[in-house]
């Protein structure tokens, strides 16, 4: 007879803070700032303890809660660092001080395309053909909290265009018509996160010089979205612009937008969504394989030991086939900000970028590394920061040049 006892034991551990660094164009150079100072977080581990006859068979992990989130300590340093100039085939817009810039020909040749410093960062995206940038601005004293705006990156003497859109969530530019864009709104809310998502999508094309706007067509309906359907969709347009790939809290899907006048809709991909115990929800972020025939995204994969579905950290970056014949996992246990992203020139040997969490069971708060992936999932390599070296941002996105 063997006297089989479980029971439940709970852990405290402690959670490191990360440094960040925050680079500022207006610090000479050398100098630094502290602008927050990292104080450790605590992490309760609940375990499941099975005892055969007073010995311990089996102690497997049930949950994981955090009771205090770390804090992370941030540094200000200059930008202005002796640098060497490197030729730049094509256009790179960037963000810095709330403002818009552009560089073209040498990465030495910059110049601020906006000056208003009230860019809240959720739109900022060039056109196909780089002549003309798409960005939001912060709204305050309104019963809104940002406005659509775009602007000529040829033309210096071009004044911006207020495209009298409100409460802008995410925005994209149709790749085959420089002049077409897609956008989903919200509404503000004065809790957090500052806004209920209307999980809508609208056409708009650029009014012609001298001629009236163009009223917005409705894709898809506003809707109540699902589970964490507050937050808000992403969405990516397809290369061919006949379709928008979406992604909520719980599924990805395809939006078939060839005729506007009769959407439909395919879920390529369901999983659980992640519990976030908090004001944010987790969403991944779509990317088009060059052909259009495949999706790339990380999902929220099931759990690894004993703890809930929702509560799993395990996250597993995907090839989703458009058609819906085809599900494909690449990289097991990424990190929820792993965000892949597909090289636009087709037949590139290595055409798959991602964020690889350094500590993928903690990837919320984890340092990342820029990974490089066949399509296929095979020969896979880290590409920056080399090994030893703090890891980056998990906010931070790759590209690929087109």
Request: hydrophobic share 45%; charged share 15%; net charge negative.
């Amino acid at each position: 007879v063997t006297r089989v006892v479980e029971a439940l034991e709970t852990d405290t551990l402690e959670l490191p803070f990360e440094k960040q660094v925050v680079r500022n164009e207006g610090l000479a150079a050398g100098e630094s700032r502290l602008l927050q100072t990292g104080v450790n977080g605590s992490e309760e581990i609940t375990w499941r303890v099975v005892q055969e006859d007073g010995s311990v068979a089996s102690r497997a992990v049930l949950r994981r809660t955090v009771l205090v989130a770390p804090v992370p300590e941030i540094v200000m340093v200059s930008a202005q660092t002796n640098f060497t100039v490197i030729p730049i085939e094509g256009t790179l817009a960037y963000l810095s001080a709330g403002n818009a810039w552009l560089v073209r020909t040498d990465s030495g040749q910059r110049r601020p395309l906006t000056t208003s410093g009230d860019l809240d960062g959720r739109v900022l995206q060039l056109a196909p053909d780089a002549q003309r940038i798409l960005y939001t601005r912060r709204l305050t004293g309104t019963d809104a909290f940002n406005s659509l705006w775009t602007l000529s990156t040829t033309d210096t003497a071009a004044v911006p265009l207020d495209l009298a859109v409100r409460n802008v969530l995410w925005a994209g530019w149709s790749p085959q018509a420089g002049s077409t864009l897609a956008y989903s709104t919200g509404e503000p809310r004065s809790a957090a996160p500052g806004w209920q998502a209307n999980n809508d999508l609208y056409l708009l094309t650029l009014p012609e010089p001298d001629k009236k706007p163009v009223k917005p067509q409705l894709l898809l309906a506003a809707s109540s979205g699902g589970v964490y359907g507050w937050y808000g969709r992403r969405y990516a347009w397809a290369p061919d612009a006949s379709s928008v790939a979406y992604a909520a809290a719980d599924s990805i899907g395809v939006l078939d937008v060839a005729d506007p006048q009769a959407v439909t809709q395919r879920v390529l991909a369901q999983f659980v969504p992640f519990q976030t115990y908090s004001d944010w929800a987790w969403v991944p972020e779509p990317d088009w394989s060059a052909d259009g025939k495949f999706l790339y995204a990380a999902l929220h994969a099931p759990a690894v030991g004993l703890e809930l579905a929702e509560d799993s950290p395990a996250f597993d970056v995907a090839a989703l086939a458009a058609d819906g014949s085809l599900r494909l996992n690449l990289v097991a246990q990424s990190g929820m900000w792993a965000a892949p992203v597909l090289a636009a020139v087709p037949g590139l040997e290595r055409p798959v970028a991602y964020l690889q969490a350094i500590n993928p069971l903690q990837s919320v708060n984890s340092g990342y590394r820029l990974m490089l992936v066949d399509r296929d999932g095979s020969n896979r390599s880290a590409l920056y920061p080399v090994a030893g070296e703090a890891g980056l941002l998990p906010q931070l996105a790759a590209c690929w040049p087109s």
